[in-house]
Nanobody, 118 residues
Framework: QVQVVESGGGSVQPGGSLRLSCAAS????????MGWYRQAPGKERDMVAH???????TYADSVKGRFTIFRDKAKNTVYLQMNSLQPEDTAVYSC????????????WGQGTQVTVSS
């Protein structure tokens, strides 16, 4: 089984920046994609950004131009750089890992809270 651990959440003021990290660990495995999702109270969980093992990135329209996802393949770690944060970005951010193929098994981290307020 694979373990996924997020870090980097916290509280920032509007316009501020934050960088989230997601590290995958465990016995030998092959990653197809890693991504970030977020869920605010009373709302559905939405995809924020994800990146495939080959480096292809996808972003939600709401974060394009503000967030950047990138990875360090040697460390099995993916990052989400969040700039120009706004109150509507407040949510629990969770890291998702998919193994092998687009239909491979998924693993989730516990989530990290991001709060944007003045």
């Amino acid at each position: 089984q694979v373990q996924v651990v997020e870090s980097g959440g916290g509280s920032v003021q509007p316009g501020g920046s934050l960088r989230l990290s997601c590290a995958a660990s465990g016995r030998s495995f092959s990653i197809y994609a890693m991504g970030w999702y977020r869920q605010a109270p009373g709302k559905e969980r939405d995809m924020v950004a994800h990146i495939t093992s080959g480096g292809r990135t996808t972003y939600a329209d709401s974060v394009k131009g503000r967030f950047t996802i990138f990875r360090d393949k040697a460390k099995n770690t993916v990052y989400l750089q969040m700039n120009s944060l706004q109150p509507e970005d407040t949510a629990v951010y969770s890291c998702n890992l998919r193994l092998g193929t687009p239909w491979g098994p998924e693993y989730w981290g516990q989530g990290t809270q991001v709060t944007v307020s003045s």
